[in-house]
Structures are given as structure tokens and as C-alpha cells.
């Protein structure tokens, strides 16, 4: 079956980067769209970011020209370059093809 696993996720201040990192297996990787979600404390999940099997991307306009989404399809692998992050980028981040997420990684940024 498909499983998906986060790892990168931490705390950091206001201004700051991190690199998510998301590991694939059960599927075909290189021919599906992934995606970014988030789910801030006491809020609905968010979709962030996406990108498609040939490459395109595409973001949510709250974190457009801050996040960067990449993938490696030779390693089933899929990324999410984070800057100058603020208070209000502080969730759960997941990692998901189509309604199948993984656990998530937990991204606190403190102000």
C-alpha cells in the first residue's frame, strides 16, 4: 500500500528556513501529482503546494515566493524548501497523494 513519511520538520524563529523532506513508496511515484498540506492548531487543513509528474508547480498564495516544492523521482522523494517563515507557517505539515497523507511533521516557528 502507498506510505508516505515526513521528516525535517522543527522549531525555528521568524525569518527562518527548513527543508521537508518526504519518502514515497507503494506507488508509482514518478507518475502522480504530490502535494503539500498543512494543519495549523484549531484550523482546517490547508493546501500549500504541488507539483505535478513532469515538474510543474504550483503554491498557495500565502506562501508563493517563500516555499520552493521539488521531487526526485529517481529516489520517490518530494520536498518542501521553507524561508523566511513566520508565525502564522506553524502546522502539521503532510506530505499527500490525493486523500492518502502520512503522519506528518510538526513546524513551529516562534515570532
Known amino acids: 500500500q502507498v506510505q508516505l513519511v515526513e521528516s525535517g520538520g522543527g522549531s525555528v524563529q521568524a525569518g527562518g528556513s527548513l527543508n521537508l523532506s518526504c519518502a514515497a513508496s507503494?506507488?508509482?511515484?514518478?507518475?502522480?501529482?504530490m502535494s503539500w498540506v498543512r494543519q495549523a492548531p484549531g484550523k482546517s487543513l490547508e493546501w500549500v503546494s504541488g507539483i505535478y509528474s513532469d515538474g510543474n508547480t504550483r503554491y498557495a498564495a500565502s506562501v508563493r515566493g517563500r516555499f520552493t516544492v521539488s521531487r526526485d523521482n529517481a529516489k520517490n522523494m518530494m520536498y518542501l524548501q521553507m524561508n523566511n517563515l513566520k508565525s502564522e507557517d506553524t502546522a502539521i505539515y503532510y506530505c499527500?497523494?490525493?486523500?492518502?497523507r502520512g503522519q506528518g511533521t510538526q513546524v513551529t516557528v516562534s515570532s
Open positions: 507503494g506507488l508509482d511515484f514518478s507518475n502522480y501529482y
Open positions: 499527500a497523494k490525493d486523500i492518502i
